[in-house]
């Protein structure tokens, strides 16, 4: 079953677009805007807008794919949060060959921030399982 996806801008509303679909982006209420300005500080980064997917259950997932949103910066990491209800829970994040095998499983804890460079977005394919 697929996720479920939320979007919010630090600046204005806007739309972002993906796989000839958008979503449209809310600005981030200001009591959130703490955790974009702790991640652009710490990772030395300028991004102003959030994509949530958020996995309500075991059965919410992302399959394989590439990001290919407008305005992804090439010199930006594209960042995963992982924030869950239950803090003991975890995700595995997986990183595959194009046409390939699976090369990484990585357990996405609650809390952990997974960078992934854009090369690697563009040379690979990831999933949230």
């Given amino acids: 079953m697929p996720r479920f996806q939320i979007a919010f801008t630090t600046k204005q ?18 009591e959130a805007t703490w955790i974009v300005e702790r991640i ?45 209800d239950n803090i003991e829970d975890t ?4 990183i595959k060959e194009k046409q390939g095998k699976i090369r990484f499983n990585i357990k996405h804890k609650h809390g952990d921030i997974l960078a992934l460079s854009y090369t690697t977005n563009i040379l690979t394919r990831h999933a949230v399982m």
Avoid: C, M
């Fill in 13 to 30: 509303d806007k739309e972002i677009r993906y796989n000839k679909e958008s979503i449209d982006a809310k600005v981030l209420p200001p």
């Fill in 40 to 84: 652009n500080e710490k990772f030395e980064t300028i991004y102003d807008y959030v994509l949530i997917n958020v996995y309500e259950t075991k059965e919410h997932y992302i399959s394989f794919h590439k990001d290919n949103e407008t305005g992804l910066d090439k010199n930006q990491p594209i960042l995963s949060l992982a924030i869950y």
């Fill in 91 to 94: 995700r595995t994040f997986r």
